[in-house]
């Protein structure tokens, strides 16, 4: 009886404890996650955080960017990193560059490049002539005029050479004009010195002190007499040279000496 007894009630119990675990496994724990097959697509709100997180980078700046790179390599966690601020360079800062380079290779060129400066054109000076015309007279008129004999002998109406234009060498002195013209004409002439201290004598045979003391030859140059030897004064183109006898040391002639 009493063995009937204990097994009814441990099958009581027992059906109590199945029933109480039944119960708890019925509210319990979770579920297990069913694993994805490969064939399913996965569920839109996994991709979601990864298209927002793409999108917040790409709408972030690169200035943005930069610091949240050197946010992420800082040793200090949670460190504040200032971003290095980065130098905006303007489109024409290398034409100006190239501009400046350009002008200064202009001004480093060879100055042989330069183009040479231009000078004023200069005024061609005359050549000196190579010749020169002269003109030239030789007279005794006072002489003659005083009744001397030698000087009707020597001279027609006291005019030994009528004026007679003679061309010369440039440089010629009046003794180098005398010289070719009494030759042409075939006059003789004695002189003494030499080079430029020619003294002329006499003239077609009448000479100094042939008629008094103080007669003598005597030259002018355009009307002016000239205190000169005559082989020391050149003569210019188109000079007239007379040459003239005196009686009294030019004072007869215009030409007085002292």
Do not use: H
């Amino acid at each position: 009886m009493k063995s009937n007894v204990l097994k009814r009630w441990r099958a009581g119990a027992l059906a109590l404890l199945l029933a109480v675990a039944f119960a708890t496994a019925g509210c319990g724990g979770p579920e297990p996650t069913p694993t994805p097959s490969a064939s399913e697509p996965m569920p839109s709100a996994v991709a979601t955080p990864v298209a927002v997180q793409e999108e917040s980078q790409a709408s972030q700046t690169p200035e943005a960017q930069d610091a949240d790179q050197q946010a992420a390599a800082s040793p200090v966690a949670g460190a504040k990193v200032t971003p290095t601020p980065k130098v905006k360079t303007s489109a024409a800062q290398p034409k100006a560059q190239d501009k400046d380079a350009g002008a200064a290779a202009a001004t480093a060129q060879p100055t042989a490049k330069e183009a040479p400066a231009q000078t004023p054109a200069q005024t061609p000076q005359p050549q000196a002539p190579q010749t020169i015309t002269c003109k030239i007279a030789i007279d005794c008129r006072t002489a003659y005029d005083a009744g001397y004999d030698l000087a009707a002998q020597v001279s027609n109406s006291g005019t030994i050479l009528g004026t007679m234009t003679v061309e010369m060498p440039a440089g010629a002195t009046v003794y180098d004009l005398l010289q070719k013209a009494a030759g042409q004409r075939g006059i003789p002439v004695s002189k003494t010195g030499s080079g430029s201290k020619v003294y002329v004598v006499s003239i077609n045979s009448i000479g100094e002190g042939d008629c008094g003391g103080e007669s003598g030859w005597m030259y002018s140059v355009n009307g002016a007499y000239v205190m000169k030897g005559c082989s020391a004064q050149k003569l210019n183109d188109g000079d007239v040279v007379k040459w003239r006898y005196t009686l009294n040391r030019g004072k007869d002639i215009g030409g007085g000496v002292g």
